[in-house]
């Protein structure tokens, strides 16, 4: 047979490239090469192309335009600042509430800061699932039968300016114990009681409810006006029983125990006397 077996290239296998001009077949250069030489040379031109695309997908707006990457990136971006305008909305009504609040007790107008409940945040604890309707009513039949918590009725040719703090009942507003005490050097001018969840927080003389509202740092406050020129205000509640005006007796439920508020850290209570004008330390006077 006068056909020749064509051989395959081996690897090893050595090659020339020339260089000529088509016209005057001047050899212009000429190259030695192998087969290892041009895989190695047609893979480093690769993988210098992937890297450049990629780099150009990643760090550049080009990513846009890639199926489903940008999608994705966009769809996250947009959970995180719906997140953080949800955020800034509540900081800002929060805000918003606290400054009319302020106002509406500079200009003396208390009967229109009631809490009210269609305005105000979704609560921690349903008024219904703790019942307060039922514990208001279990503490006046025990405060009833009680005749050591019994406190006469004032009359109106009844002088109680002159009454001494000492010569005064005061029913502990909650049974639990004290975490913080009065510091008025360091503006702390009450004192920090830790209850159980869903404690009912009890007036601890009679009186009017003076302030019943909402406040950035303290939460869902209370605070009620008793003879003598007495003020006690009750913080962080979950929950407030008694509006702006209501007349509630000694040891009757006003408010829920909670955490609302920037300065809480935890379920508490904050509970103040001022007398006079000032700050008194309630720790001098009940038992906690």
Same mark, same amino acid.
């Given at each position: 047979?006068?056909?020749?077996?064509?051989?395959?290239?081996?690897?090893?296998?050595?090659?020339?490239?020339?260089?000529?001009?088509?016209? +005057?077949?001047?050899?212009?250069?000429?190259?030695? &090469?192998?087969?290892?030489?041009?895989?190695?040379?047609?893979?480093?031109?690769?993988?210098?192309?992937?890297?450049?695309?990629?780099?150009?997908?990643?760090? +550049?707006?080009?990513?846009?335009?890639?199926?489903?990457?940008?999608?994705?990136?966009?769809?996250?971006?947009?959970?995180?600042? =719906?997140?953080?305008?949800?955020?800034?909305?509540?900081?800002?009504?929060?805000?918003?509430?606290? #400054?009319?609040?302020?106002?509406?007790?500079?200009?003396?107008?208390?009967?229109?800061?009631?809490?009210?409940?269609?305005?105000?945040?979704? &609560?921690?604890? *349903?008024?219904?699932?703790?019942?307060?309707?039922?514990?208001?009513?279990? #503490?006046?039949?025990?405060?009833?039968?009680?005749?050591? &918590?019994? &406190?006469?009725?004032?009359?109106?040719?009844?002088?109680?300016?002159?009454?001494?703090?000492?010569?005064?009942?005061?029913?502990?507003?909650?049974?639990?114990?004290? +975490?913080?005490?009065?510091?008025?050097?360091?503006?702390?001018?009450? +004192?920090?009681?830790?209850? =159980?969840?869903? *404690?009912?927080?009890? =007036?601890?003389?009679?009186?009017?409810?003076?302030?019943?509202?909402?406040?950035?740092?303290?939460?869902?406050?209370?605070?009620?006006?008793?003879?003598?020129?007495?003020?006690?205000?009750?913080?962080?509640?979950?929950?407030?029983?008694?509006?702006?005006?209501?007349?509630?007796?000694?040891?009757?439920?006003?408010?829920?125990?909670?955490?609302?508020?920037?300065?809480?850290?935890?379920?508490?209570?904050?509970?103040?006397?001022?007398?006079?004008?000032?700050?008194?330390?309630?720790?001098?006077?009940?038992?906690?």
């Amino acid at each position: 047979m006068s056909d020749e077996i064509k051989k395959s290239p081996e690897k090893s296998d050595k090659f020339r490239l020339v260089v000529m001009n088509d016209e +005057t077949f001047e050899e212009v250069g000429s190259y030695k &090469l192998t087969l290892f030489n041009i895989y190695a040379l047609i893979s480093t031109i690769l993988v210098i192309v992937v890297i450049f695309v990629v780099s150009l997908i990643v760090f +550049t707006p080009l990513k846009r335009l890639v199926p489903g990457y940008g999608n994705v990136n966009a769809h996250s971006k947009a959970i995180k600042n =719906s997140k953080e305008v949800d955020a800034l909305e509540k900081e800002i009504a929060a805000r918003d509430h606290y #400054i009319e609040t302020l106002q509406r007790l500079i200009d003396g107008n208390f009967e229109t800061a009631d809490q009210n409940e269609a305005n105000l945040p979704v &609560l921690k604890d *349903s008024i219904r699932e703790i019942a307060p309707i039922t514990e208001d009513s279990i #503490i006046r039949e025990m405060v009833a039968r009680e005749e050591w &918590l019994s &406190l006469p009725e004032p009359t109106q040719n009844e002088n109680t300016s002159k009454i001494a703090l000492e010569e005064l009942y005061f029913i502990p507003p909650v049974k639990g114990y004290v +975490t913080d005490e009065f510091m008025p050097e360091k503006a702390h001018f009450g +004192t920090d009681i830790a209850a =159980s969840k869903n *404690s009912a927080i009890k =007036s601890t003389l009679e009186g009017r409810v003076l302030v019943s509202d909402w406040t950035l740092e303290t939460g869902y406050v209370i605070g009620i006006q008793h003879s003598n020129n007495l003020i006690s205000f009750y913080k962080h509640n979950s929950v407030l029983l008694k509006k702006v005006g209501s007349f509630v007796k000694a040891g009757e439920a006003i408010a829920i125990i909670g955490d609302t508020g920037d300065l809480s850290d935890g379920p508490h209570l904050h509970f103040e006397l001022w007398h006079n004008g000032n700050p008194v330390d309630p720790a001098e006077y009940i038992n906690f």
